[in-house]
């Protein structure tokens, strides 16, 4: 659920190791509690009100967050990281303290690494494959509309996919997800 194997997570239980900050975001994620007080590994596991973390909890958070479909969750995620993935490349287009630019190529960079590590790190080819192909269609025009957005054309064959999806700049039209959800 959040990556890692079940030794690695008895050893942050048990305090043998510490929970490093990006895996307690995952474990919030998957359960609901806070990541804060995990990290600081002193045993006490409190909810999103600051209360002991219990059973009826994470039965709440699985009502609420977890038992969607799949597909809707991941709609959600996708809408809610585009908003966070246009906020970070507008900021790294603008200039910085003492007219530090260029950061746009290092940010993308950056993306691009990211986006190639987490297939691996969570063995998602196989589904990755298998999402592209349901929606080549949509994703070569999404690509389109990028290369657009600067005035330039798409390089490569236009049958083959890029090994990174196109990443929107916004949240994605109604238009689209319909005629992407029924292809």
């Not at 990281?81 to 260029?102: D, E, Q, R, T």
């Amino acid at each position: 659920m959040v990556g890692v194997s079940p030794d690695t997570l008895i050893s942050w239980e048990n305090g043998r190791n510490k929970l490093p900050p990006e895996k307690a975001r995952l474990i919030h994620m998957a359960t609901g509690a806070r990541p804060a007080e995990m990290v600081v590994g002193k045993g006490k596991v409190l909810n999103m009100s600051g209360q002991p973390y219990s059973a009826a909890d994470f039965d709440l958070w699985q009502r609420t967050y977890l038992n969607a479909p799949d597909e809707k969750k991941a709609e959600y995620f996708h809408k809610q990281a585009s908003i966070a993935i246009w906020l970070l490349f507008m900021a790294a287009a603008k200039p910085g303290a003492a007219k530090l630019k260029n950061r746009l190529p290092g940010v993308w960079g950056s993306f691009l690494q990211w986006a190639e590590e987490v297939p691996k790190t969570f063995k998602l080819k196989p589904q990755m494959d298998e999402v592209k192909q349901k929606n080549e269609q949509w994703l070569k025009k999404r690509a389109a509309q990028a290369h657009a957005v600067l005035g330039c054309k798409q390089f490569g064959s236009p049958r083959k996919l890029p090994s990174v999806s196109p990443v929107p700049s916004g949240l994605p039209r109604r238009a689209e997800q319909s005629s992407r959800s029924s292809t």
